[in-house]
């Protein structure tokens, strides 16, 4: 069918090419591109033997002329960026110079800014449609499916949705005393972030995990979780019908959070440069380069995720109450494409969004949040592709 330029090596960039490969009737070539280009062809080794064609490709993201002379010479009918939240407008740009369809997991953020905010990505709304090119954004698991099933409920379920509380729980162990289960740096800029949420239209903020609570997952347990700000409120607020309060919720262990109380305490999670033997550095960009590389996590890893959405509502005058998640094993990930959950849960969405673009029932000129479009074919693909869901109408509510 068509042709996917795939931007970034990691972990997420890892299982969209497998899954490309897997789905070789749709992506029927596929260019892995990355500023280092041993990784492209270390995955490409990989894949060696499918029917999918894989060529891979040096690129500076953060250069635009690079890009198009890239997507000038592969031709791709959609560019798949899973390469850090900082290229999003450099790509968005280079896919608007050629026509091409853009997807991505995450919102653009400034590298001096931690502050994850739909506005710089919206502001192309306009550009896109006149280019009559498709820019879907943040396809992966949280933001992506978790708004793909709150569509899915508001279509399918509720009149009217007043509460949704996105639980994200990850059970897996992977034996370090401390390492993050994807890029280190976002990670980290994410959690030490201020807390906030939507409560009647506006933002509630809150100290970094100032809100803890306890929620009993299904096939994981109790954990505790804390209440964290996450892209996907700013979308769903406004794109879910009758919302009164969105919420997000990360479990975190007490380990996990020592650890990143005394690095905070002396200065490594900053993102402001200091000077060190003459040069300037990063300290979070160098905590990074000395922590577990969350690609060599996959071998290590055991135990489950659980993400999902607690939904409370109205229908047909009743008030109703409704959980959709999936549960996903960090082993299993690793025996099918040789990565652990957390990227296999951001990677399986990439891919199916940048499915449902190609063949056409996701493509309209604009750029659009998940949830604006009919959810039912990516709930049906979520099941086909290895990321089943689950429901519950009776579920433990967090408060
Ligand atoms: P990794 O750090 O493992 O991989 C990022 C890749 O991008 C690396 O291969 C890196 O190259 C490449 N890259 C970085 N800068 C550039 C550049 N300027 N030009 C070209 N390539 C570049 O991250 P992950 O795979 O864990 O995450 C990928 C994306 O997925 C991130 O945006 C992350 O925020 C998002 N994500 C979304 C989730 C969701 O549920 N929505 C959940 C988890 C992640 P190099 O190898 O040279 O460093």
């Known amino acids: 069918m068509g042709k996917a330029l795939i931007i970034g090596a990691g972990g997420v960039a890892g299982v969209v090419a497998h899954k490309c490969c897997q789905n070789h009737e749709v992506f029927e070539e596929i260019c892995i591109a990355s500023r280092t280009q041993s990784k492209c062809d270390?995955?490409?080794?990989?894949?060696?033997?499918?029917?999918?064609?894989?060529?891979?490709?040096?690129?500076?993201?953060?250069?635009?002329?690079?890009?198009?002379?890239?997507?000038?010479?592969?031709?791709?009918?959609?560019?798949?960026?899973?390469?850090?939240?900082?290229?999003?407008?450099?790509i968005m740009d280079a896919c608007l110079a050629t026509g091409v369809d853009y997807v991505d997991t995450a919102n653009y953020e400034p590298l001096d800014t931690a502050k994850f905010e739909y506005k710089w990505q919206w502001d192309y709304r306009?550009?896109?449609?006149?280019?009559?090119?498709?820019?879907?954004?943040?396809?992966?698991?949280?933001?992506?499916?978790?708004?793909?099933?709150s569509a899915y409920a508001m279509k399918h379920y509720f009149d009217e949705i007043h509460y949704i509380d996105i639980l994200d729980a990850n059970a897996g162990d992977h034996g370090y005393p401390f390492a993050t289960n994807f890029n280190p740096e976002i990670n980290i800029r994410e959690i030490t972030a201020k807390g906030s949420y939507i409560e009647n239209?506006?933002?509630?903020?809150?100290?970094?995990?100032?809100?803890?609570?306890?929620?009993?997952?299904?096939?994981?347990?109790?954990?505790?979780?804390?209440?964290?700000h996450h892209e996907e409120l700013e979308s769903l607020a406004l794109n879910i019908k009758g919302i009164k309060r969105i919420r997000f919720f990360m479990t975190f262990s007490e380990k996990y959070l020592t650890h990143l109380r005394v690095l905070e305490n002396v200065g490594m999670t900053s993102i402001e440069p200091?000077?060190?033997?003459?040069?300037?550095?990063?300290?979070?960009?160098?905590?990074?380069?000395?922590?577990?590389?969350?690609?060599?996590?996959?071998?290590?890893?055991?135990?489950?995720?659980?993400?999902?959405?607690?939904i409370q509502g109205v229908k047909?005058?009743?008030?109703?109450?409704?959980?959709?998640?999936?549960?996903?094993?960090?082993?299993?990930?690793?025996?099918?494409?040789?990565?652990?959950?957390?990227?296999?849960?951001?990677?399986?969405?990439?891919?199916?969004?940048?499915?449902?673009?190609?063949?056409?029932?996701?493509?309209?000129?604009?750029?659009?949040?998940?949830?604006?479009?009919?959810?039912?074919?990516?709930?049906?693909?979520?099941?086909?592709?290895?990321?089943?869901w689950q429901e519950n109408f009776n579920p433990t509510l967090v408060d």
């Open 201 to 228: 239209g506006q933002w509630i903020e809150t100290e970094p995990l100032e809100i803890k609570k306890v929620y009993d997952f299904p096939e994981i347990g109790e954990k505790e979780m804390y209440l964290l």
């Open 126 to 149: 306009e550009k896109f449609e006149k280019a009559g090119i498709t820019a879907l954004l943040g396809s992966g698991f949280d933001p992506g499916v978790t708004g793909v099933f």
């Open 42 to 90: 270390a995955l490409k080794a990989q894949l060696e033997g499918g029917k999918t064609k894989v060529q891979t490709a040096q690129v500076d993201a953060d250069n635009t002329e690079m890009l198009i002379a890239l997507i000038k010479s592969f031709k791709p009918d959609i560019v798949i960026n899973v390469a850090l939240p900082y290229q999003d407008l450099t």
């Open 316 to 388: 047909d005058g009743q008030p109703k109450t409704y959980y959709v998640y999936n549960v996903c094993d960090h082993e299993a990930c690793y025996k099918e494409v040789g990565s652990q959950a957390i990227s296999y849960t951001t990677g399986v969405p990439a891919m199916i969004g940048a499915m449902l673009v190609m063949t056409g029932k996701w493509k309209k000129p604009g750029v659009f949040n998940v949830e604006e479009f009919d959810p039912d074919p990516f709930m049906e693909a979520l099941n086909k592709w290895g990321l089943p």
């Open 274 to 310: 200091i000077e060190y033997e003459g040069k300037q550095i990063v300290p979070l960009q160098f905590l990074k380069a000395v922590l577990p590389d969350p690609a060599s996590l996959g071998p290590r890893t055991k135990g489950k995720t659980n993400i999902g959405c607690i």
